[in-house]
């Protein structure tokens, strides 16, 4: 597909967290990085382990419950020097992102004992890409609502702390994207599931791009939700307007509803559980 808009999106203020996320490392215990599920690949941070330092990490697979999880769990194969927990952070409990974490964090003050230091509460940051699920995250952690969620990227805009209970303290940071995107599909990818700015993206490019990777992957979820009988590229965003009203006056199809409600739909998980990257 060629896809008209470059995506390359980077804001001031994730250097500036990256800058900070690697002098801070030093009072840092375990890393939770964060992906989503449906983008196992794309919403990787490409650089985190020259961030970490070789610190000890958790990978949490945020959206398990909306991927397509044969996809996904192939596709974490890959990341076998992580810790992983899967996990509907909406729905889900947090019980073993906390036994992984305790476990962890013994082995951390058994060797600080040796060096006769007193165990101390173990401090954990979060990091990721935007809108992967950090702050949803902590507030499951902390049961409460501590840091500020949204369907949008660029939340979280610093580095903060959050007490989450006797043993574990955290540090919140914002989405993290590498500064040039060299993968044009991850980036629309990224793009699509709201981990860049849909703003700086022409609506329609991203419409197309989503409605070429749903017949691509799945074909069936994409009839399934607009209620068509075959799929063809040359009359498909007209049979979507039909289906769904997207008319104007004299029954002109509104091309425009018809983009940014396939991007919608897409965003609201419409299309079933689906998995992405390959």
Not at 6 to 19: D, F, Q, T, V
Not at 75 to 94: A, F, P, R
Not at 247 to 268: A, F, N, P, S, W
């Amino acid at each position: 597909m060629d896809n008209k808009t470059n995506i390359n999106w980077y804001p001031g203020h994730m250097a500036k967290a990256k800058r900070e996320l690697k002098e801070n490392m030093p009072l840092i215990d375990i890393v939770y990085e964060v992906i989503d599920a449906r983008m196992p690949i794309s919403s990787k941070v490409a650089d985190i382990n020259d961030i970490i330092k070789g610190k000890p990490k958790i990978l949490v697979v945020s959206k398990y419950d909306i991927c397509d999880k044969t996809i996904t769990d192939k596709l974490l194969e890959k990341y076998s020097d992580y810790t992983i927990v899967k996990c509907d952070l909406l729905n889900g409990n947090t019980n073993e992102l906390i036994n992984k974490t305790k476990e962890l964090s013994k082995a951390i003050n058994d060797e600080r004992q040796k060096k006769g230091l007193k165990p101390r509460k173990t401090r954990v940051v979060v990091v990721g890409s935007p809108n992967v699920g950090k702050s949803t995250l902590i507030n499951k952690l902390a049961g409460k609502k501590v840091v500020q969620t949204g369907n949008t990227p660029g939340v979280t805009k610093s580095l903060g702390w959050v007490r989450i209970n006797n043993d574990i303290e955290l540090m919140d940071s914002p989405g993290i994207l590498w500064p040039k995107i060299d993968d044009q599909d991850s980036a629309h990818i990224l793009a699509a599931l709201s981990s860049i700015k849909e703003e700086i993206l022409d609506v329609e490019d991203l419409a197309r791009f989503i409605i070429n990777k749903l017949i691509e992957l799945y074909p069936n979820n994409l009839k399934e939700r607009y209620k068509l009988y075959d799929i063809n590229l040359d009359t498909i965003y007209d049979e979507i307007a039909k289906k769904r009203g997207l008319l104007i006056k004299g029954g002109l199809i509104d091309y425009d509803k018809v983009y940014l409600t396939i991007v919608r739909d897409l965003k609201d998980s419409k299309f079933g559980n689906i998995t992405l990257d390959r």
